[in-house]
Nanobody, 124 residues
């Protein structure tokens, strides 16, 4: 498994932007498809965005399409989530996840490794 550490969360006003980062350990990062999920208090963890091993494919939840962009840098073992036009409903803990293989997964049980999460709070 790969070890994941998220950073970049914080408190911003609605309409603002944040960039989340996820640092992965190990030398096999390029073998993993990566994703971001989020979880609000008392709710299930839900899919936000995913990216394939070599960036050929990405997928987004409908709620974030056109506002969020997932990217990765395999040389640095990093994955990013650029979040623009943030809304109060984007408030949640954001988790980075890794899945061995090429295909994208949209469900949390498809992912093998998770970070500890980073809090994102959007004020209205």
């Amino acid at each position: 498994q790969v070890q994941l550490v998220e950073s970049g969360g914080g408190l911003v006003q609605a309409g603002g932007s944040l960039r989340l980062s996820c640092a992965a350990s190990g030398r096999t990062f390029s073998r993993y498809s990566m994703a971001w999920f989020r979880q609000d208090l008392g709710k299930e963890r839900v899919f936000v965005a995913a990216i394939s091993r070599n960036e050929e494919y990405t997928d987004y939840a409908d709620s974030v399409k056109g506002r969020f962009t997932i990217s990765r840098d395999n040389a640095k073992s990093m994955v990013y989530l650029q979040m623009n036009s943030l809304k109060p409903e984007d408030t949640a803990v954001y988790y980075c996840a890794a899945r061995l293989g090429h295909s994208l997964g949209l469900w949390s049980n498809e992912y093998d490794s998770w970070g500890q999460g980073t809090q994102v709070t959007i004020s209205s």
